[in-house]
């Protein structure tokens, strides 16, 4: 028996398939039919060209309707789906295609999937077992080279399944999918829950505030990352009422302040659920869809993933091993070892505590843990209290080089205020080894595709902020 994943999505597929999958702005649609007739026709062309089973097909577009055809195609056929980002330049994209050596590299979707029409479409989904690649996701790269991620038909299959059973999707529902498809969010946690469900999704190519808004009014459920909640809540078009059909608003791949989850209710009436997940798991936990949903925690973790945070202490890197748990980084072993524990855990670089009862919170990343004077800060305790106060829209908090603590704790903050005053009032709540030393404003934080701020570039832009 095959375990394609591309079996597993079409099987969701609505009995009637000139049912609608995609609704485009404008008032067109395009069927599960018409997705199901062009993926068929677009893997027959692969087929025909040569490809094989685990050959790889990169593909960098614009989010477009081909683009997901050619996605169920590449899975169709056997082949290894490689997305990369629209906004790579050229000499990004070598390492990739050098790297990964695809038989084929798409630029143009619109005119690959036009040029598949007549050929003999492909009936039948190559037979593939659930070890077997899938899909290769390169991570972003802020420290060393890129790593691809090797995640098999098995590893998708099961964070589907989980996904569209712990977020309650059904065929009555319709998701609005304003995300990229070059990330996992968009091309595999979106898109894989309404194939599953049958169910439509609101079409659009990029968040536009009153595209989404007017496409929330005939949706039921939508993905984002924090920056569409924001930038929603900054519209006063964006009011209770146009938020009422909705019976889901759920948010991920950066953290989400409490205080846009709490301004997010008190205009809307409903809580966000967030939840975490990374490249090389997918979706590891979730707030419930029944229960709990609680600002700052990203809730437990999901019906097979084992989480642990390392080395026996409160606060830890979070370990997780599990059936969406990846293979390895594509054609880099001694990097795959290095990041599992011997007794086979993922080493996730998240930094982390979880309660009595399973749930998890996130803390930060590894390696923006600052060491101050022999002591260890974590940024999000001191990013907490920072966005409490009056007048703070975001704040990044990272470490410096210092000449007498080894390190500085320096706030980058988003808004308006007094420094010395807001140091002041940090030392209140916080001891004075974690109290930023120096707070610098600006208009905006360096984000990358997916919105998480990339403190990277801030702790090389103010690198001599200590230095007098």
């Known amino acids: 028996m095959s375990e394609n994943l591309y079996d597993l999505l079409s099987g969701g597929f609505p009995a009637d398939r000139s049912a609608p999958c995609f609704l485009l702005t404008g008032g067109g649609e395009v069927s599960y039919g018409a997705l199901e007739q062009a993926a068929a026709e677009i893997a027959g062309r692969f087929i025909a060209e040569g490809v094989k089973p685990g050959d790889r097909i990169a593909m960098q577009v614009e989010k477009s309707i081909e683009a997901v055809m050619i996605y169920l195609a590449t899975l169709k056929a056997g082949a290894v789906f490689l997305p990369l980002n629209s906004a790579y330049t050229p000499s990004e994209v070598e390492y990739f295609i050098n790297d990964a050596e695809p038989r084929l590299f798409i630029q143009d979707a619109q005119a690959f999937a036009a040029g598949s029409r007549g050929a003999p479409p492909l009936e039948k989904a190559v037979a593939r077992t659930a070890d077997d690649l899938a899909s290769i996701i390169y991570t972003s790269g802020t420290t060393g080279r890129s790593k691809g991620a090797m995640l098999s038909h098995g590893n998708l299959s099961a964070n589907a399944k989980a996904l569209h059973r712990a977020w309650g999707f059904s065929s009555s529902d319709v998701l609005l999918h304003a995300l990229p498809i070059f990330h996992v969010h968009g091309l595999f946690v979106a898109m894989h829950c309404a194939f599953l469900s049958g169910c439509p999704m609101v079409w659009l190519p990029k968040f536009v505030d009153e595209d989404v808004i007017d496409g929330l009014r005939r949706s039921t459920v939508m993905m984002g990352v924090p920056t569409f909640y924001t930038r929603l809540l900054a519209n006063d078009a964006f009011t209770r009422e146009a938020a009422s059909n909705m019976r889901l608003f759920i948010s991920g791949s950066a953290p989400l302040l409490p205080g846009t989850f709490a301004d997010f209710e008190a205009r809307t009436g409903k809580r966000i659920l967030e939840r975490y ?39 830890g890197v979070i370990e997780i091993r599990g059936p ?50 022999g002591y260890n800060v974590y940024p999000k305790e001191i990013e907490l209290v920072l966005d409490a106060m009056p007048g703070v829209v975001e704040s990044a908090v990272i470490g410096l080089p210092h000449p007498d603590f080894g390190e500085g704790v320096a706030a980058i903050v988003i808004g308006a205020g007094e420094e010395s005053a807001m140091i002041a009032a940090c030392r209140e709540q916080l001891a004075a080894f974690k109290t930023p030393k120096r707070i610098v404003f600006v208009k905006d934080l360096p984000r990358n595709a997916m919105g998480k701020v990339q403190k990277a ?12």
């Open 277 to 315: 997940g990374m490249s090389e798991a997918v979706i590891i936990t979730s707030n419930p869809l029944e229960g709990d949903r609680i600002a700052g925690s990203v809730g437990y973790p999901l019906p097979g993933v084992d989480l642990r945070i390392g080395g026996g202490q409160e606060t």
């Open 457 to 468: 570039l801030l702790r090389t832009e103010y690198t001599n902020l200590f230095k007098g």
């Open 324 to 373: 969406s748990m990846f293979g390895g980084y594509w054609r880099m072993p001694e990097k795959t070892a290095e990041e599992f524990t011997k007794d086979g855990y993922f080493i996730t670089g998240d930094v982390g505590r979880q309660d009595p009862d399973g749930r998890v919170w996130i803390s930060g990343r590894a390696k923006d843990l600052i060491i101050s004077g």
